[in-house]
């Protein structure tokens, strides 16, 4: 099995910094991309940010500038810098990331059970 366990998020005034992370865990031979998404009410799932194996990043629009994804490949961790905050980037965010398990050949996608942000203005 493999889990996804997401950290960071919180309630904070516009402007402010938030960073989250994504630990997976488990059975694990090789992760491929690693993601962050949001969903907020009432609105379906997009893509913020991802970056693959070989460090090359890119960003929703929205976020360009504001945010940072990282990733630590040896404890299987992604990273989300979160500064300049706006009310509009409340929402839920979800960790994804592509995971191939060991005697596998195909690459799997996981979720995190998501982290609250809350922005205030």
């Known amino acids: 099995q493999v889990q996804l366990v997401e950290s960071g998020g919180g309630l904070l005034q516009a402007g402010g910094s938030l960073r989250l992370s994504c630990a997976a865990s488990?059975?694990?031979?090789?992760?491929?991309?690693m993601g962050w998404y949001r969903q907020a009410p009432g609105k379906q799932r997009e893509l913020v940010a991802k970056i693959i194996s070989g460090g090359s990043t890119s960003y929703a629009d929205s976020v360009k500038g504001r945010f940072t994804i990282s990733r630590d490949n040896a404890k299987n961790t992604v990273y989300l810098q979160m500064n300049s905050l706006k009310p509009e980037d409340t929402a839920v965010y979800y960790c994804?990331?592509?995971?191939?398990?060991?005697?596998?050949?195909?690459?799997?996608?996981?979720w995190g059970q998501g982290t609250q942000v809350t922005v205030s203005s």
């Open positions: 488990g059975s694990i031979s090789e992760i491929n991309t």
């Open positions: 994804n990331m592509e995971v191939r398990r060991p005697r596998s050949v195909v690459f799997n996608n996981y």
